[in-house]
């Protein structure tokens, strides 16, 4: 009975310790569902601690292919590619590139870009976004003066916001 008690009680705080992993969501959205081919579309982008502890987070999420990836797919399905390449390498963080979100608490920023950065012609598309923190876990704490708490690194891998259905007219 002893022994049935105590994996009871170990196997709780084990499982009390998973679900209090760090976890962070993306989410895109517009003001507008339409926009023109030669206007700018204006994002919002927010990252948000939906886990149970908090986490830090690099402010500075550099736009481009592993790193804050704003995606679109045709109507059909299929990766939309432009002659434009977002590739903003962020410069190396500092300590107050670093930022505290507690459970519930987001971060966001808006991006502006113009159409045809996203798409080559009108028609309806699905936006999305790959968030990867650009930072290594080993780096950042080797070189920055960083808090205990965890932080949101490459090593966590991509998350993938919502799909925002955009039409792109003349």
């Known amino acids: ?11 709780s705080a084990i499982a009390e310790k998973q679900s209090s992993k760090p976890s962070l969501s993306v989410a895109v959205r517009t003001a507008k569902m ?3 081919i030669k206007e700018n579309i204006n994002l ?30 045709d109507i059909a399905g299929k ?21 505290e979100l507690r459970p519930d608490e987001f971060f966001g920023i808006r991006l502006t870009e113009i159409a045809t950065h996203f798409v080559n012609s ?12 650009s930072v290594s876990e080993e780096w950042a704490r080797r070189y920055v003066k960083l808090p205990p708490q965890p932080l949101w690194s490459r090593e966590r891998g991509a998350i993938v916001s919502n799909k925002l259905r955009i039409e792109i007219t003349e």
């Open 1 to 11: 009975m002893l022994v049935a008690a105590v994996i009871l009680s170990l196997s």
């Open 34 to 36: 339409s926009y023109g």
């Open 44 to 73: 919002e982008i927010q990252l948000e601690n939906v886990g149970t502890e908090s986490l830090l987070l690099c402010r500075n999420l550099g736009w481009g292919v592993g790193r804050t990836d704003v995606r679109v797919l």
């Open 79 to 99: 990766e939309v590619n432009t002659t434009f390449l977002a590739d903003e390498v962020p410069p190396p963080p500092r300590d107050q590139d670093f930022i």
């Open 122 to 133: 009108p028609g309806t598309y699905n936006f999305f976004v790959a968030y990867s923190s």
